[in-house]
């Protein structure tokens, strides 16, 4: 459970001059005004803002978004006001909370294809901020993470189903990606929690086996590049479960030949030494026939 030491403790580890002061008026600000409101957990409704700043607070925020994320909620569902956050934090916060406010009213009906890209691009250009559109990614992903408390299965289906069309790729356009891939992920476990669990099976079952060795292989690609005297930068991640279903859909792959559950970057300075790179892999590696 989030508590307020560890936001506190969270923001001075990056932010050592902060005023700590201002966060915990904002907090007891928060507490006061949800008052009686509850999570669907039955916790009191202010964890959930302090939960939403320690994610932005392990993002290294600034102060900002801290105060807004700790305020977002109490626009909309408490009586406090534009003026009263004004008077207390600043104008710059009362206008972000705001704008995460404006950002909650136009959430609306499940929209896929076309109408998702559109809302997607709406969202973008009403966060004239881009610290509203950050608290609004971090509030979606607490959410996701607090998903139980939802009852009804076609209500969780739309905020999953949402949270997949719109959020996910908003949060990948801004530059979020750890939240991407969460939010990805507990939205997959909503919409098709037993392809999920046989992914985490295989992919356990192939780690197991010695199978993902991604730190081998950037091992080997460095000796390997080295050797040619070749600069390059490599980094390398196991794919997620849920990317890891969306191509077994796309490439239509049985489960058991799921094998392609590692990706690498190799950043090279030239297109001579991306050629010379290509051809060091293929000489070391097989390529799989057809897919290359
Ligand atoms: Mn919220």
Request: glycine share 6%.
């Amino acid at each position: 459970m989030p508590n307020t030491p560890e936001l506190i403790d969270a923001v001075k580890s990056y932010n050592p001059d902060i005023d700590i002061a201002v966060v915990e008026c904002a907090i007891e600000f928060a507490k006061d005004m949800h008052e009686g409101q509850t999570r669907s957990s039955g916790e009191p409704y202010y964890t959930h803002p302090v939960a939403v700043a320690g994610i932005l607070a392990d993002m290294k925020m600034d102060i900002g978004s801290i105060l807004t994320a700790i305020l977002h909620d109490t626009l909309e569902e408490t009586q406090a006001t534009f003026e009263e956050l004004e008077k207390m934090f600043g104008k710059e916060v009362a206008e972000l909370v705001d704008g995460v406010c404006k950002l909650n009213r136009i959430e609306s009906k499940t929209i896929e294809g076309k109408q998702a890209e559109n809302f997607r691009k709406l969202l973008l250009a009403m966060s004239e901020d881009i610290r509203v559109l950050l608290v609004k990614l971090a509030d979606r992903l607490h959410n996701m993470r607090t998903f139980d408390g939802i009852k009804k299965p076609e209500k969780q289906r739309r905020i999953a189903l949402e949270t997949l069309e719109i959020y996910a790729p908003l949060s990948e356009r801004v530059g979020v990606h750890a939240i991407k891939s969460e939010l990805e992920d507990l939205a997959f476990g909503v919409l098709n929690p037993e392809a999920r669990d046989s992914i985490t099976k295989r992919l356990s079952f192939l780690r197991k086996e010695g199978t993902v060795v991604v730190d081998n292989i950037i091992e080997e690609l460095n000796a390997l590049f080295k050797e040619s005297g070749i600069e390059a930068e490599i980094t390398g991640r196991e794919k997620t479960r849920y990317s890891v279903w969306k191509k077994l859909q796309r490439k239509n792959v049985a489960f058991e030949q799921l094998s392609d559950i590692m990706a690498f970057r190799i950043v090279v300075k030239s297109m001579e030494d991306c050629y010379a790179v290509l051809g060091l892999i293929h000489g070391r590696y097989h390529s799989v026939p057809g897919r290359f």
